[in-house]
């Protein structure tokens, strides 16, 4: 499985971003997918899990009610929804894949390149 995320860009604070994670391999409704991101000198942290099914959704604090986690199966691709943007959340945004609910990035088996998003303030 690979996982190429895209999406990100310059957005001023405020404004709204939304990520895309294509699955080159069959992306199972067995897997959880992820997002985190790592801010310059930070490490690597959880923003946003779905369960295969996607009926759960789970988030850092730091973004709940901001951002929207979804999944489409049949298009092998993750979304992440991201409103009222800070530039706090200014970061390279991961996607990932596991087979568990997690917050755990070691728990995850597969990461993608990351894309870039930055927030002017």
């Known amino acids: 499985v690979q996982l190429q995320a895209s999406g990100g860009g310059l957005v001023q604070a405020g404004g709204s971003l939304r990520l895309s994670c294509a699955a080159s391999?069959?992306?199972?409704?067995?897997?959880?997918m992820g997002w985190f991101r790592q801010a310059p000198g930070k490490e690597r942290e959880f923003v946003a899990g779905?369960?295969?099914?996607?009926?759960?959704?789970y988030y850092a604090d730091t973004v709940k009610g901001r951002f929207t986690i979804s999944r489409d199966n049949a298009k092998n691709t993750v979304y992440l929804q991201m409103n009222s943007l800070k530039p706090e959340d200014m970061a390279v945004y991961y996607c990932?894949?596991?087979?568990?609910?997690?917050?755990?990035?070691?728990?995850?088996?597969?990461w993608g390149q990351g894309t870039l998003v930055t927030v002017s303030s």
């Open positions: 990932t894949a596991a087979l568990r609910v997690t917050r755990q990035p070691n728990e995850y088996d597969y």
């Open positions: 391999g069959r992306i199972s409704s067995s897997y959880v």
């Open positions: 779905i369960s295969g099914s996607g009926v759960i959704r």
